[in-house]
């Protein structure tokens, strides 16, 4: 057993609690944007998901992010979203698997 604790979030769509570095974190800025954050370290309220489009579609039809965010998201930035979370969803896996690696 590891003592080392891994600090858990909760996916918006399916509420499940997983490991930070199994999410990708949504963030919306204090400028308004809301946009997907790969670094975690972007300013801002944020929300996190699954590294899976699915959860996204999840989010989407529901409209997690309007809660989560307390900020309504218009319907064009949800379809944004989705087109960049499918852009970053290989990079998101290819980052986690090197991240496995440094442990
Ligand atoms: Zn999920």
Redesign the pocket.
């Known amino acids: 057993m590891r003592p080392r604790k891994v600090p858990l979030r909760k ?6 609690m ?1 490991a930070k570095k199994e ?1 990708i974190r949504v963030v919306r800025t204090p400028d308004g944007d809301v946009l997907i954050d790969l670094t975690g370290k972007k300013a801002g309220r944020g929300a996190y ?2 590294g ?1 489009v ?2 996204f579609r ?2 989407k039809k529901s409209r997690s992010f309007d809660r989560a965010l307390k900020a309504q998201v218009e319907p064009a930035i949800y379809d944004q979203l989705e087109q960049d979370f499918i852009a970053v969803e290989d990079e998101f896996v290819a980052g986690k698997e090197s991240a496995e690696d440094d442990e």
Request: some cysteine; glycine content about 0%; hydrophobic content about 40%.
């Open positions: 996916c918006v769509a399916c509420q499940e997983k999410l998901l699954c899976q699915s959860c999840l989010a």
